[in-house]
């Protein structure tokens, strides 16, 4: 037996009059975020405090040395939660400030990719014709093209620096972007508002600003947070090859990299840097599927 | 039209004697909710009908009325979860209701099968079109590959599709809607069924298809004693074609009678003004009967009284406060109807409460 | 169909020069000078403009390009700096070996991901369907340098099932029956890391578009045709629903590269990854340019070849 919903399949116009006849207004439950949502705002929420006011903390310091002999890989104590690390430095403090690392490349970075590609995907869905396929063209290359070889090659030739990852990996998170939003705009200028609006001469600046931009903002900031994780993971894979930001600097890819690397190293200090990610990578993109399947209708029947 | 091959290749029924004349179906009291999320839904509430072999009824109604729903889950065609279905449906004497679907399995396609709505949804994209026909030839009659295929062929030509060897190798992109219909009749006709359910089979073509599918239907029906019911909002196009029509509103009978006395005096409101507003034979068929003014009850939450109430040119207080029942008219025993202040000539006799007052 | 197939050649064609462009450029891009770098500290102005004159590297750059394109025609991808060894034989070895991983991963990916959503979207919102959607969704916010840890700890270090790191994945010696078991024996874990995350895509892809295709109406006509709900989920809705798995299948290799990276680090596999990091370190312009290169164009031609099965997976898609 197949459980599915009982389809009929009308003519496209009756069946919209069926169902608005059959939905009263107001009677529809408003569909809600679920307890787990707000979980994973509250986690993103804690690591963000936690990563502004890091300096508030009263931790050691995360890059120097703590210079006790006895601290080299020290087990979880009072004085460092976490332990300390192959050059006795504090774990937990580390954890801390990697975290400023991964979320600050992670959200310059997106901010980098929402910018070009979010533009660029909305003009080139909206002018559509050559332009629209000179640019998807574009984007495809980009898009098959494997980043992390140039990723890798770039960093190296021009320096491991924050500003270099960022920049980077935002500009590799753009024909992701690029694609998504065209595929959204597309899909609501498509609409009759918009394409009345367009008849009636509205210049399009106004019409991409009035009635496509705040149409595609739902799907614009799931896919901002997908975005986010996703640049957050490839830093991570940067840092586990030791291609990101260089030590004594930590970020959580890099401490997993190197506990990794090292023999005498405790199971916490790989565990705290994977779960502090993985609980980051799981928060944002549950909470980014909810808000995209919140906004997106052709979804919520199923 | 070349619809005339003799039946040949496909003789399904051929060996086995089948009794071409008695009682078929017999549907008691049939109820049909569906879960939605503002609560259950009774898409088709209390519906009671026969059918002898051979013969053939139509069923009427608006969009939304429950045709759908009520030919599905007459064959029982409905998803597990999420749908109840309670009454009783007798086929040839097996109770189908609550039937375990291995039953029902080796019921559909041989026994019971149905032609959809919509031809440019009801064919699987992906595969040929002599392979859809085949398919149920080898399960249900144990035909061999080639024996199927080539029967899948004559079945093409049967129904009017030429070339119908380069045709079976086609997918259905490759077809027109009405080119697919016909398939889709094909479909349904492969194991030559006792009853044929057609929900609506020309409502998306155009208006020549319309009445080739409709000719193609009624010879099929013919040579093969077929039973058959007939769904659409389209009343004249069942005018000529049926032996009884049942009017459907709200997922329940509102009137029910043999088709010649239905149209020599209508008694109900609602089939009034559906005859008004259906299309004459030859505009086309794809004007809308929006002529009845208002929109169907809420099926969720019924409001009391005749479900036509609202939208009833005749409508009195006692019709927003008490349902009618489906009582036979006094002058034809064979013609029922629900309404307090019929149409139509004969007085109507109601078991409780005649209106002394009107 | 024509038209599909001549649009699809036409991108190839455009797409293969543009990455040939592209990596020729990546040199370019690159700081250093190839003939410095070659020559080492000995280096002199005049030794330099010497093997500059002897690679080309004085002649115009469109010039430099179709002599360069001419080369990698002939299969010739240039002379490695350090080793001086061909860099097709220093590529041919680690591409050989990727490219075998990627293959078993995919297999195993799909072996997995196929049934198990399939079954999962048979009932939506049922038991299976939580417990895999759930499970899938873990291990696509799992990265793949996450995973690998796990999977060499248990399963060579604590469990000592398969072999540990820098065994060596092509042996010679034995029969060739037994090179290719060690072959597979040594393969089939770090495969199995790289499935996890293709396995979480592709699940996620097919079982929301089976989802979708069970309400079709086709599917109530199968079911009204008798056939067993086996045969509708197999026969009749798989192969209409995996036409985004198999484009996402396309797209998901140039970021499977990534993870195998990854893979290839930690097992201490000889792939395209572990030579790239040793030429990044080694200023070896050539074999970088090789491995851009060669690695750009296997993802441009996987996902050509998918978009040539597609049509045969779904035929509407050749008319759209
Ligand atoms: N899957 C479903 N979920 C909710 N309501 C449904 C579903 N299918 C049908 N209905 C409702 O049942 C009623 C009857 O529908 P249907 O049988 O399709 O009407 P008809 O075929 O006469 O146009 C309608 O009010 C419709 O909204
Ligand atoms: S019962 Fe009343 S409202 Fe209903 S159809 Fe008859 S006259 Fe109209
Ligand atoms: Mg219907």
Known sequence: MLDIPVTTVEQGVSDAEVAAANAQPGTTPPKRFGFFFWCCLGWLALIALVAIFAGMLHLDPPNAPYYTPIAVNAPPSFAHWLGTDDSSRDVLSRLVYGARVSLVIGLLGTAIGIGIGGSLGMFSAYVRGKIDAGLSFVMYIFLAFPAIIAVLCILEFWGHTESHIVVILGLFSVPFIYRVTRAATLACATKEYVTAARSQGATARRVLAKDIFPNVIPALIAYTVFTFGGIITTEGALGFLGQSVQIPISSWGNMIGEASGDLNATLVFILAPASALFLTLVALNYAGEQIRLRFDTSEQKL | ?358 | MTRYLSQRFAALFAILVLISVGCFYLVHLLPGNPAASILGVTATPQTIAALDRQLGLDKPIYEQYFIWLGHILHGNLGIATPSRVPVTTIIGQSYKLDVELIVISQFIAFLIAIPLSVYAARRPGGFLDQATTSTSFALFCLPSFIIVLWVVNLFTIHWHTFPGPGTNPFPTGGSWLSNIGTNLYVMILPSLVLAIGSIAIYFRLLRSEMVFTLQEEFITVARSKGLTTNRILWRHAVRPSSITMLTSAGNNIALLITGLFIVEVKFALPGLGSELIGAIYANDYLTIQGIALVAAITVVVVNFAIDMILPLVDPRIARA
């Open chain 2, 1 to 358: 039209m070349s619809t005339s091959a003799p039946d040949t290749a496909v003789a399904p029924d051929a060996g086995t004697e089948r009794p071409t004349s008695g009682e078929l179906l017999e549907v008691t009291d049939l109820r049909t909710t569906i879960r939605t999320p503002r609560g259950p839904l009774v898409a088709v509430d209390g519906v009671s009908l026969r059918l002898k072999r051979g013969e053939t009824l139509g069923i009427v109604g608006e969009s939304g009325s429950g045709k759908t729903v009520l030919s599905r889950s007459i064959m029982g065609l409905l998803p597990g979860r999420g749908t109840m279905l309670t009454g009783s449906v007798r086929f040839d004497g097996q109770e189908l209701v609550g039937a375990p679907e291995s039953l029902l399995r080796s019921i559909w396609g041989p026994r019971i099968a149905m032609v959809f709505q919509d031809p440019m949804t009801s064919l699987n994209p992906v595969h040929r079109i002599g392979r859809q026909i085949a398919e149920t030839l080898r399960l249900h009659l144990k035909l061999s590959k080639k024996l199927a295929n080539q029967s899948a062929v004559t079945l093409l030509a049967q129904v009017g599709i030429p070339s119908p060897e380069l045709r079976a190798r086609n997918y259905p992109v490759e077809l027109s809607g009405g080119m697919r219909q016909r398939v889709m009749i094909a479909i349904a006709l492969a194991c030559g069924p006792e009853l044929l359910l057609a929900d609506e089979p020309t409502t998306g073509l155009d208006v020549t298809i319309q009445a080739q599918i409709l000719d193609l239907l009624a010879e099929a029906q013919r040579m093969r004693h077929m039973a058959m019911i007939f769904v659409t909002h389209d009343l004249g196009i069942v005018a000529t074609r049926t032996d009884q029509i049942m009017v459907m509103y709200a997922g329940r009978a509102v009137e029910f009678a043999p088709t010649h006395q239905l149209f020599a005096n209508v008694r109900m409101p609602y089939t009034e003004a559906l005859l008004h507003s259906t299309p004459r034979m030859g505009n086309p068929s794809h004007t809308r009967l929006a002529a009845i003014d208002g929109r169907p009850p809420d099926l969720v939450s019924r409001p009391p009284g005749c479900s036509f109430a609202a939208r009833c040119p005749y409508a009195q207080d006692k019709c927003r406060e008490e349902s009618p029942m489906l009582v036979a008219d006094a002058a034809e025993p064979d013609h029922f109807y629900a309404c307090w202040y019929p149409r139509g000539t004969s007085t109507p006799v109601h078991p409780q409460g005649a209106p002394s007052d009107a």
